[in-house]
């Protein structure tokens, strides 16, 4: 496995302008410890709906662990990580509480902000999931005109420009959302490529009671360099390599389209019923794709160097979810039913890659030969269908505690078509669950507890596998957790839980197929402190302790560590924001996210040392001689 320490460009700025007026960030909510449990996604999004002056993550966060706003990303957890296991692979993920089966996720030309929920932050969730919940909130079109442009570049030579405008076509009716980014990306490996999206969405509100969002957007990437991946012969690192150089021919260059399109929305049925429900289409279409191996790698930085092409390909999903609900309110208690239907179609076309073999390369040598006729062989298809009936139940008695329960049954079906091996199939049908309890009797301090059991995909096997691409079959997968969150002061605080999260392991085997191998638990404690410290300084830090161990047979005959492959024991993440007294409209980040070491390979013989990064940037107005509102410099 390749030593991949961070390296970050310089930014050189961001300037933004816009039309119309745009509130201040609010913070964002949350259903437990007290206050009435709204259906998840109509808890207020941590944003408020104009413009682009207000994305700043640090003043968004609601705690530590995650939270992406605009073009900013902080927290100890992310989309593809929380708690050592990915949600997104795991299929947790939502828009506007919502179930999505994501293949291709929302670019920000339509997401206001991702909310990563664990912990108390999921307690208000219907149907939580083990792995944490990854929900989008949506970027609405507007009621009044705004208009936003965003320019940024950095010292890798990449650089983009961003427009989003809302148009209210039919006053407090009718509002029309449009979203364009031009871009060139570049890495530390030298590599590039351009892309650039377009997105457009409406809102429509006949009345008050009802609300439709459809949407659509497209994104189109363009000459993607594949950048090499380093497989050593034996138990050590590769020897470090030269940044800012592509090791590859130039032929070897992605070109697909990913596009997501649907429509979600609410209708408030009278009496406190209301019905929510949304439909999302997800693709990526690959016209071309590559994986760059560089394989035998000995300590001197000597191997083979192989070029995998494979031929066109798809993965589309379709999925969505209705939900009705009922509230009943009698006095300090209120209870909240739920009853969901969710599912999903999702179809894959892969394999069939061909091998060019380059021969042997040294690191700092490029090989680039003229382009070979690719000879691919036959693909195999792979298709999912899943369904999930759900009820919950919410209950809350103020300044007493509240309690959530949810049941739900999944039948997953499962069907691959291979040429050599035939059709094989699989079929499960699980009783899922959750229960959690919190208590809220003493003021400003929220105990909680919970259980959570769930089914979960384990995503793909990685390009670098034998069986690369192969849909890997549905886990059951458990999880218990308790803490507390206490507010510190109004505005500031603090929240720490325990948990134990279990699930089948799956990594490369020592034939190179990346399979299940035993069980894994991770057990840790996370802490996280958020809020405005005073009028002007706001922070938002996370951190966790883990312990992760792996468990199976695997292990007892000594080929497999006792560690998961790329999981640290620790991470931190702190960041602040700073507004100047006496410069209004100025601000100063400054933010410091450490991993600690981790084992690269699955018997556990080499590590990946441990990383900090340090970043500090600023927000500024910006200057103009045109009458617009200025939306920011970052």
């Not at 206001?112 to 792995?131: E, H, K, W």
């Not at 013989?605 to 927000?619: E, H, K, N, P």
Request: proline share 7%.
């Amino acid at each position: 496995m390749a030593d991949v320490r961070g390296v970050r460009g310089w930014a050189a700025g961001t300037l933004a302008l816009c039309v119309a007026p745009a509130p201040l960030l609010a913070q964002a909510t949350e259903s437990p410890a007290g206050a009435p449990a709204p259906p998840a996604g109509e808890q207020a999004s941590a944003l408020g709906e104009q413009g682009r002056a207000s994305e700043n993550a640090v003043r968004a966060a609601s705690d530590g662990f995650g939270v992406s706003v605009g073009r900013e990303t902080i927290g100890i957890y992310n989309a593809g990580q929380v708690r050592g296991f990915s949600p997104t692979r795991a299929g947790n993920v939502r828009i506007e509480g919502l179930y999505f089966d994501q293949v291709w996720g929302l670019t920000g030309r339509i997401r206001r902000s991702t909310t990563i929920r664990v912990g108390l932050s999921a307690f208000g969730f219907d149907f939580p999931a083990p792995t944490g919940i990854v929900d989008y909130s949506f970027r609405k079109p507007e009621d009044t005109a705004s208009v936003a442009v965003l320019a940024n570049v950095n010292s890798f030579g990449a650089g983009g420009v961003e427009f989003d405008a809302s148009v209210p076509l039919v006053k407090d009716r009718i509002a029309l959302g449009v979203g364009a980014g031009v871009y060139r990306n570049a890495f530390y490996n030298a590599t590039d490529s351009f892309q650039h999206i377009e997105a457009v969405s409406l809102k429509l509100t006949p009345n008050d009671r009802i609300e439709i969002v459809p949407f659509w957007a497209r994104s189109d990437l363009y000459g993607d360099e594949a950048g090499p991946i380093y497989i050593p012969a034996g138990d050590f690192r590769p020897p470090r390599v030269p940044r800012r150089r592509y090791f590859g021919p130039d032929w070897a260059r992605y070109r697909g389209v990913a596009i997501n399109y649907g429509a979600f929305g609410r209708v408030d049925l009278g009496d406190d019923w209301q019905l929510r429900a949304g439909v999302f289409r997800s693709l990526f279409d690959d016209a071309r794709a590559f994986t760059n191996l560089i394989v035998d790698l000995t300590p001197q930085g000597e191997g083979s160097q192989l070029i995998l092409a494979d031929p066109p390909s798809t993965l589309k999903s379709t999925s969505g979810e209705v939900r009705l609900s009922k509230l009943l309110a009698e006095g300090p208690r209120s209870h909240r039913m739920t009853v969901s239907l969710r599912g999903r179609d999702r179809a894959q076309v892969f394999d069939g890659a061909a091998v060019i073999d380059l021969g042997p390369v040294s690191i700092g040598q490029v090989l680039n030969p003229p382009r070979p006729d690719f000879a691919f062989g036959p693909q195999a298809n792979d298709s999912v269908r899943q369904w999930f009936a759900g009820l919950s139940y919410q209950g809350q008695w103020q300044s007493v505690g509240e309690l959530t329960l949810g049941l739900s049954y999944s039948d997953y079906r499962k069907r691959v078509d291979q040429p050599v091996f035939g059709t094989v199939g699989t079929r499960a049908t699980p009783l899922l669950y959750n229960l959690g309890v919190a208590i809220t009797a003493i003021a400003g301090l929220a105990i909680y507890a919970s259980h959570t059991r769930g089914l979960e995909e384990s995503g793909v096997a990685p390009a670098f596998a034998l069986n690369r691409n192969e849909a890997l079959p549905a886990i059951i997968t458990r999880q218990s957790e308790a803490g507390l969150r206490y507010q510190i002061s109004p505005d500031v605080r603090l929240v720490a839980g325990v948990f134990d999260l279990r699930k089948p392991y799956f990594d490369l085997d020592v034939d190179n197929v990346f399979r299940a191998l035993g069980d894994v638990r991770n057990r840790g404690i996370e802490l996280s402190l958020s809020g405005k410290v005073t009028g002007n300084l706001s922070i938002a830090l996370g951190g966790v302790l883990l312990d992760p161990k792996v468990t199976g047979d695997g292990v007892r005959l000594g080929r497999l560590g006792r560690r998961p492959v790329g999981t640290p024991r620790q991470r931190l993440d702190v960041n602040l924001d700073w507004r100047l007294t006496s410069l209004p409209g100025v601000s100063i980040d400054a933010g410091i996210s450490h991993a600690g070491r981790l084992p690269a390979t699955i018997d556990n013989t080499v590590f990946i040392q441990a990383r900090t990064l340090v970043s500090l940037g600023g927000a500024m107005p910006s200057i103009s001689t045109v009458p617009l509102r200025p939306c920011g410099f970052r």
